[in-house]
C-alpha cells in the first residue's frame, strides 16, 4: 500500500463486499487501514502508528513480527503448511500436545486440536454429552452456565452464553435449553457470599440427573462484560460437581497464557477441571488454533460410547503451521519474564487509571493480570470513544459500557501510560 489513495479505494471495496465482527453490511463505522505491524505498534495507511492496547483481541501476547515466531513460521513452511490430521501425524502437533500436558493441571492429559476458540467450545460440550452417553446416562444433557459469560459464537458456545444480557440473545429461542446461575459477586479478593455458594449448590444438586457439565470461564468473564469474581467460587464449582456426577469445563481461552497473572487462571483456585479449552494467545496471536483438553476418565467413557470415537474433525485440525508457532510462542513465553510483566501491568495501569475514581459516568474502575477496565453508567458512543483513543495514539475497541484494554505483555511502562491515557479520554468521550 503506497498512498491514501490507495487506501480510499481499499475502503471503498471493503465497504461493498467485507462483513466485519458484529456489525451490519455495510459497517456502521469505517475502519482503519492497518498496513504493517512490529512490536505494540499498528502502522495505519495515513501513516499514523497507534499502540495496540488490545492484543488484537488478547492474542497478540508478544507483540507482533517478534524474531522467535517469525523464525518459528519461516522453518515450519520448509516442511509443510498443512497435512490432514486423519491418519496421519507430525512432530509440531504432537510436541504442542506435550507442551500442553505439562503446563495443564493434572489429570488432563489428552488434547484435541480446533480452529478457534468457539470450536474448542463445541468440541467441550460434545465430549461431555458422549461422556454420558458411554457412562449409560444419556439424559444428562444440559449445561450450567453462569450468567455474564461468553463462550463463543457458534450454537453450542451461544448455548452457554449469556441468554438476556449478552450477544446471542436474538437466537435465545433456538438454543439448547441450558441452565444458569447468576453472576458470581464482583471481587477476586471479596469473601464467599454463602448465600450465593447456596444458589449454587441447589443449581447443581437439583439438576444433577440432567446436568452434563457446568461451563464457566475461571476467574475473569470476558467479553460477556469484563467481570472478576473470587476463585473460591471456581473450587466451590469443582466440590459441587464433584459430590453430583458432574462434569466441570473451563473455557480458559481469554485467560490463559499468563493474562490474568497465572499461567491459567484456574491455577487460583487449586483445582482442576475435567475439560479445559484453550485458545487466542496460545500461538501467539499469529494464526488461529485452539484446544480441548481432557482427563483420561472423560476419554475412557467416550470410547465407551456408541462408535467408540469422539465425533468431530476439523479439516484444519492441528495444522502444521499453527502447532509449530504455538510451541514456539510457549516456549517464548516460559522464557521472558512473562509474571513481572504482566504484574507491572496491572500495577501501572491500576495506578494510572486511579484519578478517575468518582469521576463523572464512571461506575467502576479494575485490573486483573493485563487486564484493565473502565466501566460506566452508560452505554459506550463507539465511534466518539474509539476516535478519542485513536486521537491519543492508541488503538482500543469499546464494547457495552466498557472501556477496557488487554495490552501485549512486552508493552514498556511509557506505552502502558499511553494507553490509560486513551482509555480516560475514550471514557471522557463516549
Known amino acids: 500500500m503506497s498512498g491514501p489513495g490507495d487506501a480510499e479505494e481499499l475502503l471503498a471495496r471493503d465497504r461493498a463486499h467485507v462483513w466485519h465482527p458484529y456489525a451490519p453490511m455495510p459497517a ?11 512490536g505494540v505498534r499498528l502502522s495505519l495507511a495515513d501513516g499514523r502508528e497507534l499502540i495496540d492496547g488490545m492484543s488484537s483481541w488478547w492474542c497478540a ?10 523464525a518459528a513460521a519461516r522453518a515450519q513452511l520448509e516442511q509443510m503448511a498443512h497435512v490432514m490430521f486423519g491418519g496421519l501425524t507430525h512432530e509440531p502437533g504432537v510436541a504442542l500436545a506435550q507442551a500442553l500436558i505439562e503446563r495443564v493441571p493434572d489429570p488432563l492429559a489428552h488434547v484435541f486440536f480446533a480452529d478457534s476458540g468457539s470450536v474448542a467450545v463445541e468440541v467441550a460440550l460434545k465430549m461431555c454429552l458422549q461422556y454420558w452417553r458411554g457412562r449409560g446416562r444419556p439424559r444428562k444433557t444440559r449445561m450450567l452456565s453462569l ?16 441468554p438476556v444480557d449478552g450477544m446471542h440473545s436474538l437466537f435465545t429461542d433456538v438454543l439448547a435449553d441450558n441452565l444458569f446461575a447468576p453472576r458470581p459477586p464482583g471481587g477476586v479478593e471479596r469473601p464467599l457470599d454463602e448465600a450465593y455458594v447456596e444458589v449454587l449448590a441447589e443449581l447443581v444438586e437439583g439438576h444433577r440427573d440432567e446436568l452434563a457439565a457446568v461451563v464457566i470461564e475461571p476467574v475473569v468473564q470476558g467479553a460477556g462484560g469484563m467481570w472478576f469474581y473470587s476463585p473460591e467460587y471456581v473450587r466451590v464449582l469443582r466440590e459441587l460437581c464433584d459430590a453430583h456426577d458432574v462434569l466441570l ?23 482442576s477441571p475435567d475439560v479445559m479449552c484453550v485458545g487466542k494467545a496460545l500461538t501467539g496471536g499469529y494464526v488461529t488454533l485452539a484446544a480441548t483438553l481432557c482427563t483420561p476418565a472423560v476419554a475412557q467413557a ?24 504455538a510451541l514456539a510462542s510457549m516456549r517464548l513465553l516460559e522464557e521472558s519474564a512473562w509474571q513481572a510483566n504482566v504484574e507491572r501491568i496491572e500495577q501501572t495501569l491500576t495506578s494510572a487509571l486511579a484519578p478517575l475514581c468518582g469521576a463523572e459516568h464512571v461506575a467502576d474502575l479494575r485490573a486483573l493480570g493485563a487486564v484493565a477496565v473502565i466501566e460506566l453508567d452508560h452505554a459506550v458512543d463507539i465511534a466518539a470513544a474509539t476516535a478519542a483513543a485513536t486521537a491519543a495514539g492508541v488503538w482500543l475497541r469499546p464494547f457495552r459500557n466498557l472501556i477496557y ?12 501510560q499511553s494507553i490509560a491515557r486513551a482509555m480516560a479520554a475514550a471514557a471522557a468521550a463516549g
Do not use: K, Q
Open 28 to 38: 456502521e463505522f469505517e475502519p482503519l487501514v492497518v498496513r504493517s505491524a512490529a
Open 405 to 416: 484494554a488487554m495490552p501485549p505483555y512486552i508493552c514498556t511502562d511509557a506505552e502502558l
Open 147 to 162: 450468567r455474564g459469560g461468553y463462550h463463543g459464537d457458534t450454537f453450542g458456545a451461544m448455548g452457554v452464553c449469556d
Open 302 to 325: 467416550i470410547g465407551a460410547s456408541a462408535g467408540g470415537a469422539l465425533m468431530h474433525g476439523p479439516t484444519y485440525m492441528a495444522n502444521p503451521l499453527a502447532c509449530a508457532i
Open 249 to 271: 469445563v473451563l473455557d480458559e481461552i481469554a485467560t490463559g497464557f499468563g493474562r490474568t497473572g497465572t499461567y491459567f487462571a484456574c491455577e487460583r483456585a487449586g483445582i
Open 61 to 70: 501476547v508478544h507483540g507482533y513480527r517478534h524474531p522467535v515466531l517469525d
